[in-house]
């Protein structure tokens, strides 16, 4: 794992090194057009973005740590950094503490979308038009939506898994508010390591996939240990996390401007090739 934490730190120094460079470049622009203003916002955005590059490294770094008492966790808590004068908040999630889109059953779909904020009608379409969104027919359930439906909209239904968490926003019956609360806690990426983590969850995925309430001692006990009231159980500090795939997040703030930054990555445990990103946007 060694090899990894060289390559993070490797690849923030490369990072700012193109920083410096972009921010040289956009000024001797700025200077020869006379259009400062916009080419300095430009070299904010590019100095944000590369602080943002530095966030993931960072992850990777602190995820590689052989040492279990520095090594980071995946458990879905924020952290702060400071990268040059950009304030960055790093957040490293689970995919197997999430809800398996292509692995539920209706049941639990219906569930999902209840607990997310969808009732009535709308909750009946929501799960009807999920499942016709996979199935390989094209006979729309009672309350589902097949190819005739989305056709206007320029959208052809899967008819097979979900690829993207994106894919959710088409749904017929979907509202910007439910997938607001959906979206965190499904995933397409949940690996074949193991099985649902608890200890290591999104709130809304245990409550669909663990089968507890809103106000159980269970969802309390992880609300609190995301916010960072109480700790973790030791197990979850000693999991391994070879072919886990992870999803790292990270927001990087200066001033009014703000930048965010994703990727979903598995460390493999080969020293050679120390982890692979599955996403990177």
């Known amino acids: 794992m060694g090899k990894g934490r060289d ?17 040289i470049a956009f000024e001797f622009m700025a200077q020869d057009r006379g259009v400062l203003a916009e080419v300095r916002g430009e070299a904010e955005q590019a100095k944000l973005t590369a602080a943002a590059d530095a966030g993931i490294a960072m992850a990777i770094s602190g995820l590689a740590d052989p040492d279990l008492n520095q090594r980071w ?106 997938y607001a609360r959906v979206a965190p806690a499904t995933t397409v990426f949940f690996g074949e390591s193991g099985g649902f983590s608890e200890s290591t969850s999104q709130v809304l995925a245990l409550e669909v996939l663990g089968e507890e309430s809103p106000n159980s001692l269970a969802v309390q006990q992880r609300m609190r240990q995301l916010a960072g009231d109480v700790p973790l159980p030791a197990t979850a500090a000693k999991m391994s996390y070879i ?33 692979w990103f599955r996403y990177l946007d």
Do not use: C
């Open 243 to 275: 072919a886990r795939t992870l999803t790292v997040r990270v927001e990087a703030r200066k001033g009014a401007t703000y930048l965010k930054r994703n990727a979903i990555l598995e460390l493999t445990g080969n020293k050679d090739d120390p982890y």
């Open 73 to 178: 966790g995946i458990d879905g808590r924020a952290r702060n950094a400071q990268f040059g004068d950009v304030l960055l908040t790093i957040t490293v999630e689970d995919e197997r503490g999430k809800i398996p889109l292509n692995g539920i059953i209706e049941e639990e779909a219906h569930e999902l979308f209840k607990l997310a904020g969808a009732q009535g009608q709308q909750l009946e379409t929501l799960t009807d038009s999920f499942e016709d969104w996979q199935d390989a027919d094209n006979a729309p359930r009672p309350n589902g939506s097949e190819a005739p439906y989305y056709a206007p909209f320029g959208i052809k239904p899967r008819n097979a898994g979900f690829r993207t968490i994106g894919e959710l926003r088409h749904l017929h019956g979907m509202t910007d508010d439910v």
């Open 7 to 23: 390559r993070g730190y490797a690849m923030i120094a490369a990072i700012i090194g193109v920083a410096a460079f972009g921010f």
